[in-house]
């Protein structure tokens, strides 16, 4: 568990504790937490591998089904344009509820909406594994986004309030931190792996599994923390939550019919009048949800934009390129998961690399370095063929996963650079819905528009493979173009400044 990637960072420090938050502990479990020793204990090391373990397991039920989707469709009836939605059923709850879920967390209890969440996780996984039809199964995902969107915020505030501020809290949140960056590629190898050799139904039985056993170890390690008894921003809450949902709904099911459907454009159109609503109820709240002054700094609003970016058009193109192996290539799953496992170890590889290039000149400059990077290597997939690609497809990918982390790991040091301790976690918790939001929106985004012009060639009279690649290749496109467009504005808003 203990992955190098973001441990050496030399340019910030962690993020700090919020100034407001009181954990109740025994004795014992204080003393471990504000020891001097930079090493973990036997408990902090069992309390930290439950923490990541939890955090890795949602990472991974975002890739985990990619390589298993075009033997998942028959089996429960869902066409081409409809098995997206395997993968979005889960990642819409996901991206629209975290906000509201961590700030319960904070009311509540985070231990309470910590193991709330992990039970409900894998309650859904079971559920997901065992549904005879297309609706119990996307229910199950469904309820699976529920519980990832209760773990995710709870789960990265008990890390911070089990360890000091300093070094262990560092290390800590970086080994997290690399988990959860790495979870996607490592579900694609191991869902090519599963359904070749136990079928598709195994990927989330496996969910099940590793749930079941976080379930079992957490109560024993976990103690409660809160944050100071505050009002809840109810429609602050309720406005973001319903904004997001109908923004990735509409996506989702654009990717399904296109964008001509009424529902869709109703949908995004509801979904940005009610995110226009929470930016006027968090600027009159005096107990916001998401302070705006905050996102009036560069480096947290271009920092969080950079990661949105990355993520969404990483875990996009991955989809894509899924698609064209297994649909176009006849590449089987396993053979899949292979090519994405070169992936994974390219991107530990720029993790590793990430804190010595941000060394010498800064995480800001890194950052667009990175952003860019990936964008120039995703433009280069522009040249895959109908008949062939697959080396073309193995190069460009894990070189891209390389520059990817190395976007990943600084994005998160610049948005959460100069704020007050104070200001720490609400700048971590925003870094976190940033990742998750990107990981819900990128596949739909491109899906949508992949399917969608597709189906347009095919209507004038395009061969079928041709029009697959044509809207495969759209899709590539537009990823490029965002990845670039985004690369160059950090470099030239952010690109000046070297963080500490």
Known sequence: ????????????????????????????????????????????????VVLCASQFLVALDFSVLNVALPVLGPDLGLGEAGLQWAVTAFALPT???????????????????????????????????????APLFLAGRALQGLGAAALVPTGMALITTSFAE????????????????????????????????LGWRSTMGLLGVGGVLVLLAAPRLLT?????????????????????????????????????RPDVLVAIVAGLLLLGVFVRVEARSAEPLLPLWMLRRPSVAFGNLAGLATVSMMTAVVFLMTLYLQDLLGVSALVSGLVFGVQGLASVAGGALAPRIARRIGAPRTLALGLLGQGVLTAALLGLGTESGLWLVVVAISLASGLHLVAVVTYGVTATSGLDDADQGRATS?????????????????????????????????????????????????DTLVLLAIGTLVALTLGRRRSR
Do not use: C
């Not at 921003?233 to 399904?256: K, M």
């Not at 990981?439 to 597709?454: D, E, K, N, R």
């Open 1 to 48: 568990m203990t992955m190098p990637t973001t441990a050496s960072v030399p340019e910030t420090t962690a993020p700090e504790p919020v100034t407001d938050t009181v954990s109740v502990r025994s004795d014992s479990a204080r003393s471990q937490v504000t020891t001097g020793s930079h090493r973990f204990t036997p408990r902090e090391i069992l309390l930290l």
């Open 95 to 133: 991206g629209s509820f975290l906000l509201l879920f961590g700030r319960l967390g904070d009311k509540l209890g985070r231990r309470r909406t910590f193991l709330t969440g992990l039970a409900l996780f894998t309650g859904a996984s079971v559920l997901a594994a065992l549904a005879p039809n």
């Open 166 to 197: 300093g070094p262990k809290r560092t290390k800590a949140l970086s080994i997290n931190g690399s988990l959860m960056a790495l979870g996607f590629t490592v579900g694609m190898v191991v869902g090519g792996i599963l359904t070749d050799t």
């Open 224 to 260: 409660e923390s809160r944050g100071q008894r505050t009002r809840l921003d109810v429609p602050g809450a309720l406005a973001v939550t319903g904004g997001l949902f109908g923004i990735v709904y509409g996506l989702s099911t654009a990717a399904e019919e296109g964008f001509s």
């Open 430 to 478: 925003l870094v976190t819905s940033a990742m998750q939001l990107g990981l819900a929106l990128g596949i739909p985004l491109l899906s949508a528009l992949s399917v969608g012009w597709a189906g347009v060639l095919r209507d004038g009279g395009t061969p079928a493979a041709d029009a697959t690649l044509g809207g495969i290749k759209l899709g590539l496109a537009a």
